[in-house]
């Protein structure tokens, strides 16, 4: 499988309950950063996590990253509707030029 | 809040000709982008610019491809003659520096379709 990739590939849940993504990666990485796309629109950056660091909190998001395992999750607690999109993680190596690879992408559902 | 602009919004053209996406990076930010995403994929990296050269680029961006910075605000994406598998949404970012806890501010994107 490719750098950055998430699970699950779809994801459906009521509104006020959590969600969690999985994201998984290959190689060694100065961040990684999560990113979110309501459909067929721009990606808005959510937040970024240091390879230095193990977990991270902005609002109702927190990220962990497990860089033994190469891998981080994203949990949305007490979801709303307007939580539906996609999510993705990207990862910047160690090439200092900033190049993102991205994940697949988690696509989120959550019903009123 | 400073923003990432991208025009057109939406790019129709015919196979085999020439396409220039255009992009105004956030004022003070050094470190340009360009991604793609075709529909329902991920997002690929195609080039990076810093300091008016490419510092690193995908096997995507072929020669068919290429990068300006024509002045200081604009940074555009040419795709000399475009191909249907060119068609895509292009993304252009930026960022004010290369340090590892700095974000990258993506643009709404433009939406190209060859026809």
């Known amino acids: 499988s490719q750098q950055g990739e998430e699970d699950p590939q779809a994801l459906s849940i009521q509104e006020g309950e959590n969600a969690t993504m999985n994201c998984s990666y290959k190689?060694?990485?100065?961040?990684l950063q999560w990113y979110r796309q309501n459909s067929g629109r721009g990606l808005v950056h959510l937040i970024l996590?240091?390879?230095?660091?193990r977990e991270k909190h902005s609002g109702r998001l927190r990220v962990t990253l497990d860089t033994s395992k190469k891998s981080s999750s994203l949990l949305i607690t007490a979801s709303r509707a307007a939580d539906t999109a996609s999510y993705f993680c990207?990862?910047?190596?160690?090439?200092?030029?900033?190049?993102?690879?991205f994940g697949q992408g988690t696509t989120l559902q959550v019903k009123p | 809040e400073p923003e990432v602009t991208q025009t057109p919004s939406h790019q129709v053209t015919q196979m085999g000709q020439e396409v220039i996406l255009r992009c105004v990076p956030i004022?003070?930010?050094?470190?340009f982008y360009w991604y793609r995403q075709i529909l329902g994929q991920k997002v690929e990296f195609l080039v990076s610019?810093?300091?008016?050269?490419?510092?690193?680029k995908s096997e995507i961006f072929d020669d068919q491809f290429s990068v300006e910075r024509p002045d200081g605000s604009n940074f555009t994406l040419k795709i000399r003659s475009t191909k249907l598998e060119d068609s895509a949404m292009y993304f252009c970012?930026?960022?004010?520096?290369?340090?590892?806890?700095?974000?990258?501010?993506f643009g709404p994107g433009t939406r190209l379709l060859v026809l």
């Open positions: 970012a930026s960022r004010p520096t290369r340090t590892a806890q700095e974000t990258q501010y």
């Open positions: 190689t060694s990485i100065n961040n």
């Open positions: 996590i240091r390879s230095n660091e």
């Open positions: 990207a990862t910047e190596g160690s090439s200092n030029t900033g190049k993102l690879i």
């Open positions: 004022s003070n930010h050094l470190y």
């Open positions: 610019f810093y300091n008016n050269e490419i510092s690193e």
